[in-house]
């Protein structure tokens, strides 16, 4: 017998697993990334006014 | 703080390495299923993704419970970064679930105790992060949170017990057929290793991604004590 | 002995309290009911309830008023509560922290006992069909148990929110789903004059719920009022 033709959603589930997984550490990038950047402009507003 | 420790960064090369392992051993190693077909083999990422979100619910109760006792912040972070990442990993497992049913019991969704269970799970830590985000003062966001991770992740096992006990005496009416029995197969030791592999290597990268979140939360800390100190 | 007659007393006045209050107001109560009858008309018509569907409906639409009616009371009692600064008096009060959070629950379970004891009756009148029995009484009151110690638990959570009027049944639904399940089959049964003792399943595990999570719910209440 032959297998059901699935391969669309073979694609799809590992497309959410992967697009999940990658959101989720891109958020914990950007999130870095804007601290960061907050962090920089404080310091900076630190040392001008101290 | 900005300095990655070394250990996380092997870390993270050894949860990349093996994370692309288990995916070719899911693609390649693993035979293909004789009905199903490929869907088949979103099966080993959809378990091991259902593990990692029950581990990191269990997780954050316990850490809600560790707080209660000992007041310490940094329990807070643990166990709202558990929180955090089981949800995304939750969601993967019910979505791939659904991807996996509609070929297979031909609906996107069933009320099968499972599937529903998990989504009721998801709705509980969304409710979680609602309840947080309502809360201004710091303290008292951190302590509802740790009673609500607890009372939470004590409702999923019942809800889970109501609803099986809910099918048994009730046969599914529309349909007509258990919907376990159409799509189950028998694992040969290819697909187990695949299976158990996968289990593995998504454990780590729970541990690598809960390593980062946590590091993430130390570093708002220290920005918002910034912050304040500036405000003075 | 002492301390057993002094918690005994708190947990008396906290009841006391509320059921005066509410003597005198009303408006709990009435909010209650009124909400009630207004849930049953509406799913009288969205739902056509004749004599075939109300078999199969019938606990549903008991439960989810109940249930509705519920979160009115709760975030109402707690609400009250917090506006007059009444838990802040309760709380610096030198009683049992416990006696607090079972003096509300009892209270709560009260009104809500009442609420049913009047919807009960208004809905076999309306229907012209005694949905009335032993069996039913009692998954009422197993059922509003379990759903009052978790919800009293997450209500004096809810209402230090800043979102609390919409957090409540946020936070609650799916924690009693369980409840609701099991009480939903079993009022189910007892409409439909399933015998007792085929329904004893359904009776045990709320039972157990109710024992779960008021245990629990009761050894976490300290941290949610301490300050």
Same mark, same amino acid.
Request: charged share 15%.
């Given at each position: 017998m032959?297998?059901?033709?699935t391969?669309?959603?073979?694609i799809?589930?590992?497309a959410?697993?992967?697009?999940?997984i990658?959101i989720y550490i891109a958020?914990l990038?950007?999130?870095w990334?804007?601290?960061?950047?907050?962090?920089?402009?404080l310091?900076e507003v630190?040392?001008?006014?101290? | 703080?900005?300095?990655?420790?070394?250990?996380?960064?092997?870390?993270?090369?050894?949860?990349?390495?093996?994370?692309?392992?288990?995916?070719?051993m899911?693609?390649?190693?693993a035979?293909?299923e004789?009905?199903?077909?490929?869907?088949?083999k979103?099966?080993y990422f959809?378990v091991?993704?259902?593990w990692?979100?029950?581990?990191?619910?269990?997780?954050?109760?316990?850490?809600?419970i560790i707080?209660?006792?000992?007041?310490d912040?940094?329990?807070d972070l643990?166990?709202?970064s558990?929180?955090?990442?089981g949800?995304?990993?939750t969601l993967?497992?019910?979505?791939t679930?659904?991807?996996?049913a509609?070929?297979?019991?031909n609906?996107?969704?069933t009320?099968d105790?499972?599937?529903?269970?998990?989504?009721? =799970?998801?709705?509980v830590?969304?409710a979680?992060?609602?309840?947080?985000?309502g809360?201004?003062?710091?303290?008292?966001?951190?302590?509802?949170?740790?009673v609500?991770a607890i009372?939470?992740?004590l409702?999923?096992?019942?809800?889970?017990?109501?609803?099986?006990?809910f099918?048994t005496i009730?046969p599914?009416v529309?349909?007509?057929n258990d919907?376990?029995?159409v799509?189950?197969f028998? =694992?040969?030791p290819?697909?187990?290793q695949?299976l158990l592999f996968?289990?593995?290597?998504f454990s780590v990268?729970?541990?690598d991604l =809960?390593?980062?979140?946590?590091?993430?939360?130390?570093?708002m800390?220290?920005?918002d004590?910034?912050? =304040?100190?500036?405000?003075? | 002995m002492q301390a057993?007659?002094s918690?005994?007393k708190?947990l008396?006045a !906290?009841?006391w309290?509320?059921?005066?209050?509410?003597?005198?107001s009303k408006e709990?109560?009435? *909010?209650m009911?009124?909400?009630?009858?207004?849930?049953?008309?509406i799913?009288?018509?969205s739902l056509?309830?004749?004599a075939?569907t109300r078999?199969?409906?019938?606990?549903?639409v008991?439960?989810?008023?109940?249930?509705f009616a519920g979160?009115?009371?709760?975030n109402?009692s707690?609400?009250?509560?917090?506006d007059?600064?009444?838990?802040d008096?309760?709380?610096l009060a030198p009683?049992?922290?416990?006696?607090? @959070?079972?003096?509300?629950s009892i209270?709560?379970?009260?009104?809500m006992?009442?609420v049913a004891?009047?919807i009960l009756?208004? @809905?076999s009148l309306? @229907?012209?069909?005694n !949905?009335?029995?032993?069996?039913?009484?009692l998954?009422?009151?197993l059922?509003?148990? *379990? @759903?009052?110690?978790?919800g009293t638990l997450l209500?004096s959570?809810?209402v230090q929110?800043?979102?609390?009027?919409?957090?409540?049944?946020?936070?609650l639904?799916?924690?009693i789903i369980?409840?609701?399940?099991?009480?939903?089959?079993a009022s189910n049964?007892?409409l439909?004059?399933?015998?007792f003792?085929e329904?004893?399943?359904?009776?045990y595990l709320?039972?157990?719920y109710?024992?779960?999570?008021t245990s629990?719910?009761?050894?976490?209440f300290?941290?949610i009022v301490?300050e």
């Amino acid at each position: 017998m032959e297998p059901l033709n699935t391969i669309n959603y073979f694609i799809a589930g590992f497309a959410v697993i992967f697009g999940a997984i990658g959101i989720y550490i891109a958020s914990l990038v950007i999130r870095w990334r804007n601290l960061r950047n907050e962090e920089e402009i404080l310091s900076e507003v630190d040392n001008e006014t101290s | 703080m900005k300095e990655k420790p070394l250990k996380l960064k092997i870390l993270d090369w050894v949860t990349i390495l093996l994370f692309l392992l288990a995916t070719a051993m899911v693609f390649f190693y693993a035979p293909m299923e004789r009905v199903m077909g490929a869907v088949q083999k979103v099966f080993y990422f959809h378990v091991a993704a259902g593990w990692v979100g029950m581990l990191s619910f269990f997780f954050a109760a316990v850490a809600g419970i560790i707080y209660l006792v000992k007041k310490d912040e940094k329990w807070d972070l643990i166990g709202y970064s558990a929180i955090e990442i089981g949800i995304v990993f939750t969601l993967i497992n019910v979505v791939t679930g659904a991807i996996w049913a509609r070929p297979i019991w031909n609906a996107w969704w069933t009320w099968d105790p499972r599937l529903t269970t998990a989504t009721i =799970m998801e709705l509980v830590y969304f409710a979680y992060l609602m309840l947080r985000q309502g809360i201004d003062d710091p303290e008292r966001r951190q302590r509802f949170g740790a009673v609500y991770a607890i009372v939470g992740f004590l409702s999923v096992p019942l809800t889970f017990f109501s609803i099986r006990i809910f099918r048994t005496i009730h046969p599914v009416v529309i349909g007509g057929n258990d919907p376990t029995a159409v799509g189950a197969f028998d =694992m040969t030791p290819l697909m187990l290793q695949t299976l158990l592999f996968s289990i593995l290597v998504f454990s780590v990268l729970f541990i690598d991604l =809960m390593w980062h979140r946590i590091r993430l939360g130390q570093y708002m800390n220290r920005v918002d004590e910034l912050k =304040m100190r500036l405000q003075d | 002995m002492q301390a057993k007659t002094s918690f005994i007393k708190a947990l008396s006045a !906290v009841i006391w309290k509320d059921l005066m209050t509410e003597l005198r107001s009303k408006e709990l109560i009435s *909010g209650m009911l009124v909400f009630s009858l207004l849930v049953i008309f509406i799913f009288n018509f969205s739902l056509e309830m004749d004599a075939r569907t109300r078999n199969s409906v019938t606990a549903g639409v008991i439960w989810v008023t109940l249930i509705f009616a519920g979160t009115i009371g709760l975030n109402r009692s707690m609400a009250v509560e917090k506006d007059r600064g009444c838990l802040d008096g309760l709380l610096l009060a030198p009683v049992d922290r416990t006696a607090i @959070y079972f003096g509300k629950s009892i209270a709560n379970l009260i009104f809500m006992l009442i609420v049913a004891a009047i919807i009960l009756p208004v @809905y076999s009148l309306l @229907y012209n069909n005694n !949905v009335i029995s032993l069996g039913l009484i009692l998954v009422i009151l197993l059922g509003s148990e *379990g @759903y009052v110690a978790v919800g009293t638990l997450l209500s004096s959570m809810a209402v230090q929110a800043r979102t609390r009027d919409i957090l409540l049944p946020i936070l609650l639904f799916p924690v009693i789903i369980p409840i609701l399940i099991a009480a939903v089959k079993a009022s189910n049964g007892f409409l439909n004059g399933v015998p007792f003792n085929e329904l004893m399943t359904w009776i045990y595990l709320l039972i157990a719920y109710d024992v779960i999570f008021t245990s629990v719910a009761f050894m976490v209440f300290d941290a949610i009022v301490e300050e």
